[in-house]
């Protein structure tokens, strides 16, 4: 037992002794809830747009002022033809251009049909479409005014009242997805590239060799390596999750307990995955790899952190399946913002266990083969 | 040039004995671009929705029989309790439950309104308001449809204003054209400096790197000859990523080709040289790798490749000057999508330059030979 410990100490020397590598492992997901918490909006602020007035009329001033008055938007160009908005969006100059055309207030003022054109730059999909929208909404409400204005509407009789309920996250929190996400990624970070790349090293650097022929059996040897970063990686969680409920103030509903376990049990997982990655390679730089290729990636992409599982074709949504992160975000979102507990929880706690003994078992057998 | 020529010789046999990481090479920009690629998708379909009709009458059944047939939704049956349905949404079984409450056609006819209630599971904000807003709209044309079969006058049209919107370089709207040339690039810095930054590294670790100090090789040489082999890895890459992007996923290719190479070159030695800069700043692969990381994570979240650059705060904004990324993802987007020329990308071709030299000379400067 001495003797673990000792090694266990020496692998805590280890971390201990790189500073700024642990500054980073603690840098990073204060620069991750930093940035999707702050920076990742899709909130249209001042976007900037061009206009093409044709009019130069009573209404097409009023439109145009609502439309800038409104915070969403800032002229940035007035055009003179459609070929300078080709060449706007072509420069990135705007993103939007309001084209209104000529006679625009003689024909809406005499109630004949009136046009106005919203034509966006699409290759940002997602903000062509919000800016869109938003311009929509407030040209749209102008002209409700006028006609309220113009004829006093009779009330509308069957109408249907739908009284909608955001459950769980009523302001709609942007935290309550990535935060989860945030720790899923930075405990698979830490516990599985940050162990199969020690123990690739010490490969590459012979000192494997030396651990071998010492008089730590082999499980003394893997569970000394697992204990320091079982440890940091817990530490990096709690981090993680004070910095989401103080800073981001996401609820804490469920058992805080229970939480800390499922953590602890996540760690363990990606330790085994990490054990595994290591076993079946002698070079950093290829452990390195694979844990980014086979783990980080599909734990960004398919985990449904950053973009939902069920838009996704059907295959990928099956490898969805078999990825850890998705069961633990599950869980944290469960017990932190739905404040349930095991008894809906169990399936996704029962997966990450049956995965975490799978691996650790391969690893154990890998390693052995090796030796033998 | 004779030994910058050996010492690029060098590392591509270096390079190539590695099979496992050769392979790790090629696979991950490929196996990336088409997860991105199919998974990157912001669109909200197959919603699932459970109903609780406490009202049973014709109506009601109409009301849920819109939501059966419909593409967004997956209809998931009727539940007998509002509780149930909250059990549902708690266990993560449905994203929407619609409340038809007693009475709701009585009241249709006999009052001005009904109320119905729908619960939405807002976890993810951004879903859930698609979610509402695709839910509220068919119930709103719901709402027409037996306004018009009762009442069958159409008010008087009065003044009418339509807007037309026009969606340019990406009239579907699809979000592959949109995400395929920021990934393009987003591949190259996530091989390119990593690659680069472990290799010298390494030989800092294993002490091969005491032997080429050793050597008379001048510091330019043992940089050029650094630099050249992974720009020329990343050339590959970019066009292995390339193809894959015009022919597999169709990507419009409006601009000059020779542009975007043009400015792939000016990226990979960027690329390279913030490898360099990483490697020398390090002592162990480990250190590089987490300092890759950092830096990484923070240019790829800020580049604009998932959300646009413009809405982010300004201290974000801020930042962003100094984000190559963001850069070359405008460039990939402009000249792919739009057909942006030289001119149009003045601004970002020398932003580029800029931070490409000074990136370099940084990390020439940084590099001793002596130890």
Request: glycine share 6%; with cysteine.
């Given at each position: 037992?001495?003797?673990?410990?000792?090694?266990?100490?020496?692998?805590f020397?280890?971390?201990l002794?790189?500073?700024?590598?642990?500054?980073?492992?603690?840098?990073?997901?204060?620069?991750?809830?930093?940035?999707?918490?702050?920076?990742?909006t899709?909130?249209?602020?001042?976007?900037?747009?061009?206009?093409?007035?044709?009019?130069?009329?009573a209404h097409?001033q009023?439109?145009?002022n609502?439309?800038?008055?409104?915070?969403y938007?800032?002229?940035?160009?007035?055009?003179q033809?459609?070929?300078?908005?080709?060449?706007?969006?072509?420069?990135?100059k705007?993103?939007?251009?309001?084209?209104?055309?000529?006679?625009?207030?003689?024909?809406?003022?005499?109630g004949?049909?009136?046009?106005?054109?919203?034509?966006?730059?699409?290759?940002?999909?997602?903000?062509?479409i919000?800016?869109?929208?938003?311009?929509?909404?407030?040209?749209?409400a102008?002209?409700?005014?006028?006609q309220?204005?113009?004829a006093?509407?009779?009330?509308?009789?069957?109408?249907?009242?739908?009284?909608?309920?955001?459950?769980?996250?009523?302001?709609?929190?942007?935290?309550?997805?990535?935060?989860?996400?945030?720790?899923?990624?930075v405990?698979?970070?830490?516990s599985?590239?940050?162990?199969?790349?020690t123990?690739?090293?010490?490969?590459e650097?012979?000192?494997?060799?030396v651990?071998?022929?010492?008089p730590?059996?082999?499980?003394?040897?893997?569970?000394?390596?697992?204990?320091?970063y079982l440890?940091l990686?817990?530490?990096?969680?709690c981090?993680?999750?004070?910095?989401?409920?103080?800073?981001?103030?996401?609820?804490?509903?469920?058992?805080?307990?229970?939480?800390?376990?499922?953590?602890?049990?996540?760690?363990?997982?990606?330790?085994?995955?990490?054990?595994?990655?290591?076993?079946?390679?002698?070079?950093?730089?290829?452990?390195?790899?694979?844990?980014?290729?086979?783990?980080?990636?599909?734990?960004?992409?398919?985990?449904?952190?950053?973009?939902?599982?069920?838009?996704?074709?059907?295959?990928?949504?099956?490898?969805?399946?078999?990825?850890?992160a998705k069961?633990?975000?599950?869980?944290?979102k469960?017990?932190?913002?739905?404040g349930?507990?095991?008894?809906?929880?169990?399936?996704?706690?029962?997966?990450?266990?049956?995965?975490?003994?799978?691996?650790i078992?391969l690893s154990?057998?890998?390693?052995?083969?090796?030796?033998? | 040039?004779k030994?910058?020529?050996?010492?690029?010789?060098?590392?591509?046999?270096?390079?190539?004995?590695?099979?496992?990481l050769l392979?790790?090479?090629?696979?991950?920009?490929?196996?990336?671009?088409?997860?991105?690629?199919y998974?990157?998708?912001?669109?909200?379909?197959?919603?699932?929705?459970?109903?609780?009709?406490?009202?049973?009458?014709t109506?009601?059944?109409?009301?849920?029989?819109?939501?059966?047939?419909?593409?967004?939704?997956?209809?998931?049956?009727?539940l007998?309790?509002?509780?149930?349905?909250?059990?549902?949404?708690?266990?993560?079984?449905?994203?929407?439950?619609?409340?038809?409450p007693?009475h709701?056609e009585?009241?249709?006819?006999?009052?001005?309104?009904?109320?119905?209630?729908?619960?939405?599971n807002?976890?993810?904000?951004?879903?859930?308001?698609?979610?509402?807003?695709?839910?509220?709209t068919?119930?709103?044309?719901?709402?027409?449809?037996?306004?018009?079969?009762?009442f069958?006058?159409?008010?008087?049209?009065?003044?009418q204003?339509?807007?037309?919107?026009q969606?340019?370089?990406?009239?579907?709207?699809?979000?592959?054209?949109?995400?395929?040339?920021?990934?393009?690039?987003?591949?190259?810095?996530?091989?390119?400096?990593?690659?680069?930054?472990?290799?010298?590294?390494?030989?800092?670790?294993?002490?091969t790197?005491?032997?080429?100090?050793?050597?008379p090789?001048?510091?330019?040489?043992?940089?050029?000859?650094?630099?050249?082999?992974?720009?020329?890895?990343?050339m590959?890459?970019?066009?292995?990523?390339?193809?894959?992007?015009?022919?597999?996923?169709?990507?419009?290719?409006?601009?000059?080709?020779?542009?975007?190479?043009?400015?792939?070159?000016?990226?990979?030695?960027?690329?390279?040289g913030?490898?360099?800069?990483?490697?020398?700043?390090?002592?162990t692969?480990?250190?590089?790798?987490?300092?890759?990381?950092?830096?990484l994570?923070?240019?790829?979240?800020?580049?604009?490749?998932f959300?646009?650059?413009?809405?982010?705060?300004?201290?974000?904004?801020?930042?962003?000057?100094?984000?190559?990324?963001?850069?070359?993802?405008?460039?990939?987007?402009?000249?792919?999508?739009?057909?942006?020329?030289?001119?149009?990308?003045?601004?970002?071709?020398?932003?580029?330059?800029?931070?490409?030299?000074?990136?370099?000379?940084?990390?020439?400067?940084?590099?001793?030979?002596?130890?």
């Amino acid at each position: 037992m001495n003797r673990f410990f000792a090694f266990v100490k020496k692998e805590f020397l280890h971390i201990l002794r790189d500073r700024r590598t642990l500054l980073i492992l603690f840098g990073l997901p204060f620069l991750q809830v930093l940035l999707f918490g702050f920076a990742l909006t899709n909130e249209i602020k001042n976007a900037n747009i061009g206009l093409l007035d044709n009019d130069h009329g009573a209404h097409s001033q009023q439109i145009t002022n609502r439309l800038l008055s409104s915070g969403y938007f800032q002229l940035r160009a007035n055009l003179q033809s459609y070929r300078d908005i080709d060449a706007a969006f072509r420069q990135n100059k705007i993103k939007l251009a309001v084209v209104i055309p000529a006679n625009f207030t003689n024909d809406y003022a005499h109630g004949w049909s009136a046009q106005i054109q919203l034509v966006s730059d699409a290759t940002e999909q997602n903000s062509a479409i919000s800016l869109t929208s938003y311009a929509t909404a407030i040209i749209g409400a102008y002209a409700a005014e006028q006609q309220a204005t113009t004829a006093s509407q009779a009330a509308t009789p069957m109408r249907i009242d739908v009284s909608t309920r955001m459950v769980f996250n009523p302001e709609l929190k942007g935290a309550f997805v990535f935060v989860p996400g945030v720790m899923a990624m930075v405990l698979l970070l830490v516990s599985a590239m940050m162990t199969s790349v020690t123990i690739a090293r010490e490969k590459e650097t012979g000192t494997m060799d030396v651990l071998l022929v010492s008089p730590l059996n082999q499980g003394q040897i893997l569970f000394g390596k697992i204990v320091p970063y079982l440890l940091l990686s817990f530490l990096n969680g709690c981090l993680i999750i004070a910095l989401g409920v103080f800073l981001l103030h996401i609820p804490l509903h469920g058992s805080l307990i229970l939480l800390l376990a499922e953590t602890l049990l996540f760690i363990f997982m990606a330790l085994s995955i990490g054990l595994l990655i290591s076993s079946l390679t002698d070079s950093q730089l290829v452990a390195m790899f694979a844990s980014l290729v086979v783990m980080l990636m599909p734990t960004i992409f398919l985990s449904g952190f950053i973009f939902p599982i069920e838009s996704m074709p059907r295959p990928l949504q099956f490898i969805a399946n078999i990825i850890p992160a998705k069961y633990f975000i599950d869980i944290v979102k469960g017990v932190m913002i739905k404040g349930v507990g095991l008894s809906i929880l169990w399936p996704q706690t029962l997966v990450l266990a049956g995965m975490a003994i799978v691996f650790i078992g391969l690893s154990l057998r890998n390693l052995k083969t090796r030796i033998g | 040039m004779k030994r910058i020529a050996f010492l690029i010789e060098k590392e591509f046999k270096q390079i190539f004995r590695n099979k496992v990481l050769l392979r790790l090479m090629l696979v991950a920009p490929v196996l990336q671009l088409i997860l991105l690629s199919y998974a990157a998708n912001f669109e909200v379909k197959n919603l699932t929705i459970y109903l609780v009709d406490q009202d049973h009458s014709t109506f009601s059944g109409r009301l849920a029989g819109k939501f059966r047939y419909i593409d967004n939704f997956r209809f998931m049956g009727y539940l007998p309790t509002q509780k149930m349905a909250y059990q549902q949404l708690q266990r993560g079984a449905t994203d929407l439950v619609l409340v038809i409450p007693p009475h709701f056609e009585r009241d249709l006819y006999r009052d001005t309104q009904a109320p119905v209630q729908l619960l939405v599971n807002a976890i993810d904000g951004s879903k859930a308001g698609i979610a509402s807003g695709y839910a509220n709209t068919i119930i709103r044309n719901f709402n027409a449809d037996v306004l018009i079969e009762n009442f069958p006058i159409v008010p008087g049209a009065g003044q009418q204003l339509s807007v037309v919107p026009q969606f340019w370089y990406n009239p579907r709207l699809e979000y592959r054209t949109f995400m395929v040339p920021g990934v393009l690039f987003e591949l190259l810095i996530l091989i390119g400096a990593l690659i680069a930054a472990l290799n010298i590294v390494r030989e800092k670790e294993i002490g091969t790197m005491e032997q080429l100090n050793v050597t008379p090789i001048r510091k330019y040489q043992f940089i050029v000859g650094k630099l050249v082999p992974f720009v020329v890895i990343g050339m590959v890459q970019f066009t292995l990523g390339l193809g894959i992007a015009v022919f597999l996923f169709k990507t419009p290719t409006e601009g000059s080709m020779l542009l975007m190479y043009g400015f792939a070159l000016l990226f990979l030695l960027l690329c390279v040289g913030l490898g360099l800069l990483i490697s020398a700043l390090s002592d162990t692969q480990q250190q590089a790798m987490f300092a890759a990381f950092f830096f990484l994570v923070f240019f790829i979240l800020l580049s604009g490749l998932f959300s646009s650059t413009e809405n982010m705060p300004r201290w974000a904004q801020v930042l962003n000057y100094i984000n190559p990324l963001r850069y070359i993802i405008d460039v990939g987007r402009s000249i792919m999508l739009k057909g942006s020329t030289a001119r149009d990308l003045q601004t970002q071709f020398f932003a580029l330059l800029t931070l490409t030299l000074s990136t370099i000379a940084l990390a020439s400067w940084r590099y001793r030979k002596t130890v």
